[in-house]
């Protein structure tokens, strides 16, 4: 079955950088669009960042332009969210996901998600 795993999360101060990995198995990864999300208890998951297929599309909410990036490499079937200047409001757990078909915002458009990794950041 197909797997999505993300790495990479963890406790960094207000103004540094993490970059989340994520791997996907038994997924043909360069047919589909990559998406990242995020969640906080008790909130819904909100969409960060997506990449279509190509790479030649991104797409990111308007909290984090200008200080993530995402990315891939089909070749190892990665998806990659570089973040920089982070905030305390980044605090969340994010999760990747992959879309068969187009580019969306919504989760639901999304077939497979990964595990989820913590993203914690003190001020």
Known sequence: QVQLVESGGGLVQAGGSLRLSCAA??????T?????FRQTPGKERDFVAAITWSGVYTDY????????SISRDN???TVYLQMNSLKSEDTA????AAAHYGTSRRPDRYDYWGQGTQ????S
Request: aromatic fraction near 20%; hydrophobic fraction near 35%.
């Open 32 to 36: 589909y669009t990559m998406g990242w």
């Open 75 to 77: 070749a190892k079937s």
């Open 119 to 122: 993203v914690s950041v003190s």
């Open 61 to 68: 909410t308007d909290s984090v332009k200008g200080r993530f």
């Open 25 to 30: 198995s038994r997924l043909t990864f360069n």
């Open 93 to 96: 757990a994010y999760y990747c």
